[in-house]
């Protein structure tokens, strides 16, 4: 199954983006890296490569991120990762719940999931 990273700056968004996208593909495997290490702010690469190798089964991993240095770190983390990783270009939230649900499809694939979670770019909130 492909697994998936949420990225965050924050440990507790991280975690609750997880948590809601688990509602929606309760066997899905979603491992959060949010904030550092000293349980402030921001983004490591140590611990987004660790969540990286806690959601690899062989099938791939895809990382949601959030932005700025998210999306550098999650970069560097792909770049020392023996895994094959993808970041999705989409909003964390919605991404996440897309990905999840493709995630635990029997014939998902890292391009599948990747591509759920990008059709998340096009939601709208209002008509």
Do not use: F, W
């Not at 635990?104 to 759920?116: E, F, G, N, P, Y």
């Amino acid at each position: 199954m492909v697994g998936l990273v949420v990225v965050s700056h924050s440990a507790k968004a991280a975690e609750g983006i997880c948590e809601v996208a688990a509602q929606m593909a309760t066997d899905a495997n979603i491992e959060p890296a949010g904030g550092e290490g000293d349980g402030g702010l921001g983004t490591s690469v140590d611990r987004i490569s660790a969540a990286i190798d806690a959601a690899d089964d062989g099938d791939g991993v895809v990382l949601l991120v959030d932005l700025g240095s998210a999306v550098m770190n999650a970069e560097l983390a792909v770049e020392t990762s023996d895994a094959d990783v993808r970041i999705a270009d989409a909003p964390v939230l919605e991404a996440a719940v897309n990905a999840a649900v493709e995630a635990t499809s029997k014939k998902a694939t890292l391009d599948s999931v990747v591509a759920a979670a990008e059709e998340a770019r096009d939601y709208r909130k209002l008509n």
